[in-house]
């Protein structure tokens, strides 16, 4: 049924498709029988799984970019994501890059998309959150002293989990990003569960020079200053990074994570290498232009990574997967690398809503 549906999506723009495609799943989980039934059809049987202090319903999450802005997330939980990251998230709002950004390559089951950040800013996103928590029962508001100064609590999920994924404004220098990370980490603190730090995306002009150990010890140490400081519990924070990073820079973040005490890592964000196409035509490739590249071309290096850094780390840093998850035994594969839990985003896209179930079909996932 799916790959019909398929078939005839794919005949339009992605970008436009995939906001189409959301808002009629919103408006029809706005009628209660109708989510009830999609609710039966698409979300599995609990198999709950206990990471970095956060208990998941089940180990298979929705990665940042497909739900920038926090619009989905009833809907997202109707389909069984045991977690949804949104985001990136940046301060201000931005547009992103000039569109097209989104581009399908079906015959390597891949995306590429230049987008660039573009979300509606912190402010607005923390506003639709809270509303969301609220009416879900998840945000507790309490007077914190004489002077009414309110106190956030976020209650245990007892549902989907919420990743708030930060990042930084196109027009900030790197040398004042740790200050982008510190205004969306304080603002979302109350209304997400846990943090992830992008600074993987190849789509912001200079962000990936942000990976080099000097630059992320200042954002992550800042954010960690923080985290404890603020009227809620701490949160974890994760780093996301790219698959395109050698070994040595690989060991800088395994390094750094394990002195500074990281929750976890999310790995591997898109990648920029052309040559893990192998039926995409050249040609197209070109038109299409720059982008970060993601779905099953990028399989076996995003595998590797999570195994060479549970092998580096003893497992002593949960490893979220992403990268080329479109079945059980694409996940499994991610599992047996020492994958705590697994991302999906175009797996999503060519396997339609049944992803999750049918991935977490079997009790030990």
């Known amino acids: ?20 495609s959301m808002n ?16 039966k059809m698409y979300t599995p049987e609990n198999v709950p799984h206990e990471v970095f202090g956060l208990k998941f319903r089940n180990r298979v999450g929705l990665g940042a970019g497909f739900d920038k802005n926090a619009k989905y997330i009833n809907e997202l939980q109707a389909l069984g994501f045991g977690f949804v990251e949104i985001g990136t998230v940046t301060p201000l709002p931005q547009e992103g890059n000039e569109k097209p950004r989104l581009f399908r390559l079906p015959k390597d089951k891949a995306l590429i998309n230049r987008m660039g950040f573009n979300n509606e800013g912190v402010d607005a996103v923390v506003e639709r959150l809270k509303k969301l928590l609220v009416k879900n029962n998840r945000l507790l508001i309490v007077n914190k002293d004489e002077n009414s100064h ?23 220098p790197n040398e004042d990003a740790w200050k982008d990370y510190e205004i969306c980490f304080r603002k979302l603190h109350p209304y997400v ?12 002009p200079g962000l990936r020079e942000l990976q080099e150990k000097d630059a992320l010890r200042k954002i992550l140490t800042t954010l960690q200053s923080i985290n404890p400081t ?12 790219a698959p395109d990073l050698t070994k040595e820079q ?11 005490k990281l929750d976890g890592l999310v790995a591997a964000n898109t990648t920029i290498d052309r040559s893990l196409l192998t ?16 779905g099953q071309p990028l399989k076996t290096r995003s595998t590797e990574i999570v195994q060479y850094i549970h092998q580096q780390t003893g497992g002593k840093v949960p490893v979220i997967a992403s990268g080329g998850i479109f079945t059980a035994a694409d996940a499994d594969q991610k599992f047996a690398a020492g994958a705590a839990l697994v991302q999906v985003w175009t ?14 079909q079997k009790k030990n996932r």
């Open 1 to 20: 049924m799916y790959n019909l549906l398929r078939s005839i999506l794919f005949l339009f723009d992605p970008e436009k498709v995939h906001y189409l």
């Open 347 to 360: 797996g999503f896209i060519y396997e339609g809503p049944s992803i999750v179930k049918n991935i977490t």
């Open 150 to 172: 309110p106190t956030l609590n976020l209650s245990p999920s007892i549902g989907m989990i919420i990743g708030g994924n930060i990042g930084k404004n196109k027009i900030t």
């Open 24 to 39: 009629i799943l919103k408006s029809l989980c706005s009628i209660d029988f109708i989510r009830k039934i999609i609710v």
């Open 193 to 204: 569960d846990y943090f992830v730090v992008n600074v993987s995306s190849p789509n912001t």
């Open 230 to 241: 603020l009227d809620n519990s701490p949160k974890p924070i994760l780093l996301k990074i």
């Open 250 to 260: 690989i060991d800088d973040v395994i390094d750094l994570a394990l002195e500074i």
């Open 279 to 294: 039926n995409s035509s050249k040609l197209q490739c070109e038109k299409i232009g720059a982008g970060g590249l993601s």
